[in-house]
């Protein structure tokens, strides 16, 4: 399986794309950072990341689309640039006629670091390590790209989260067991 990871963001949209092999290792393919200046007009923004991403599932053959999962911030207009591009990877998907998963950074940390509240530093560690660079991935942006089709890929093949029979690797249970936890210590949130 080949998958695209994009973290989402209107002035760095990260790019990352990761194979997994027949037993089951991980490589880089490819990673970027697709940039717009603030000054240009957001229209224009959202035009050059939507045939940015294009370009890169096309480019790079992938099977499947793995995007971060917006939620909320401090910041409202961050974050609705952040929907805005994370809706045109969807879109693109969809337009290409791949599948599509949405994970949360929460879910992400866990899958590469088995924390789900681990450091930017800590996921761009664990992204080297996991697909063997020699280097991490630089800027924080791509080392999440490469870190969201990660995820996706080891998600595809854990027991119940996906339609696939296959056995987790010790790896996939690892994580299993971090979001497991990581869910758990979230605060419980009350109706009204």
Do not use: Y
Not at 104 to 124: F, M
């Amino acid at each position: 399986m080949r998958v695209l990871g994009v973290d989402p963001g209107l002035t760095r949209c990260g790019l990352g794309v990761v194979d997994s092999g027949p037993s089951r290792e991980l490589s880089a393919v490819a990673v970027g950072v697709l940039r717009t200046p603030p000054d240009m007009p957001v229209q224009q923004r959202l035009l050059t990341i939507a045939a940015g991403i294009e370009e890169w599932i096309v480019r790079h053959d992938v099977d499947a689309v793995a995007v971060e999962r917006v939620f909320a911030q401090h910041n409202v207009s961050s974050v609705i640039g952040t929907a805005q591009v994370a809706g045109l990877a969807m879109v693109a998907a969809a337009r290409a006629g791949l599948p599509l998963g949405t994970h949360t950074p929460s879910e992400v940390k866990a899958a590469v670091t088995g924390n789900g509240r681990a450091d930017k530093l800590q996921v761009q560690e664990m992204v080297r390590r996991i697909l063997r660079l020699a280097e991490r991935p630089q800027p924080a942006d791509a080392a999440d790209a490469l870190a969201l089709a990660v995820c996706h890929v080891w998600r595809a093949g854990t027991p119940g989260a996906g339609t696939s029979s296959r056995q987790a690797t010790p790896a996939q249970e690892a994580w299993a067991r971090a979001e497991l936890a990581a869910r758990r210590a979230r605060p419980a949130v009350r109706s009204r």
